[in-house]
């Protein structure tokens, strides 16, 4: 990941639709859902301890933030209502999963559907 020094200057958290508003020093603007954040947080538990290591995350279809704590200046620890809240979101990893939803969303459902998972929609 290429370090790329941009900064939030909002975030703002939607319970009930459960996504996560954050708007970027750069001007620009996005709307991740928290299955989303889960699903790629930087945490060990979910991206092991290196390549090859990801553990893919079922079952979080309806998962929901119920803390954002502060970590220094540089991220924010997200805590999670399945009691994940070991992942720490740096700036530069928000702004890239930000960047590449799209992408990394269809990364997610392709390796559920290889799993034989069925999400299921809520």
């Keep these: 990941m290429k370090e ?22 750069d001007g620009s603007h996005f709307e991740l859902p928290c299955e989303f954040l889960r699903v790629y947080s930087p ?4 991206r092991g301890h290196g390549p090859g290591q990801e553990v ?8 929901n ?3 954002i704590e502060p970590v ?3 991220a924010v620890a997200l ?20 960047n590449n939803h799209a992408r990394l969303w269809e990364q997610y459902l392709d390796r559920l559907a290889k799993a034989g998972h069925t999400r299921k929609i809520v």
């Design 56 to 63: 893919l995350q079922l079952g979080k279809e309806k998962v």
């Design 79 to 98: 805590h999670f209502d399945d009691g994940h809240n070991t992942g720490i979101y740096s700036w530069d990893w928000l702004h890239e999963l930000a």
């Design 4 to 25: 790329n020094k941009t900064r939030p200057t909002d975030i703002k958290l939607h319970q009930k639709s459960r996504v996560l508003e954050i708007a970027f020093d």
């Design 43 to 46: 945490s060990a538990e979910v």
């Design 65 to 67: 933030i119920t803390a």
């Design 72 to 74: 220094g200046t540089y």
